[in-house]
């Protein structure tokens, strides 16, 4: 069985950093790509925030996160990780790690059905 492991939320203030990881425990050649999803509190859907393709490292992004977060896979290690800068206190969320079987394009990446497994997630707090 697949597992997801995110790690490296947290609380900072906000205009700072933080990276997070996702550790994948099965051989990743069978997984098309990789995405971040957060959930905010207060009623809000999950909401997709950036993915990679794994074979290729074609990334997409949510047009609020373009610019201050990046998205890389390491093959490796089978790895997944998410650079965070100019964090807002709307950035504050669960983040979760997800995994897909589908080669995903454009908005089809935006659809948490379009993956296969997922992590526990980890809270990320930016106080302003």
């Known amino acids: 069985q697949v597992q997801l492991v995110e790690s490296g939320g947290g609380l900072v203030q906000a205009g700072t950093s933080l990276s997070l990881s996702c550790a994948i425990s099965a051989p990743t050649f069978i997984w098309s790509g990789m995405a971040w999803f957060r959930h905010a509190p207060g009623g809000k859907e999950l909401e997709f925030v950036a993915g990679v393709g794994w074979r290729d490292g074609t990334t997409y992004y949510l047009d609020s996160v373009k610019g201050r977060f990046t998205i890389s896979r390491d093959n490796a290690k089978t790895m997944v990780y998410l650079q965070m800068n100019s964090l807002k206190p709307e950035d504050t969320a669960v983040y979760y790690c997800?995994?897909?079987?589908?080669?995903?394009?454009?908005?089809?990446?935006?659809?948490?059905?379009?993956?296969?497994?997922w992590g526990q997630g980890t809270q990320v707090t930016v106080s302003s």
């Open positions: 997800a995994a897909t079987l589908q080669t995903l394009v454009g908005y089809n990446w935006l659809n948490h059905r379009n993956y296969d497994s």
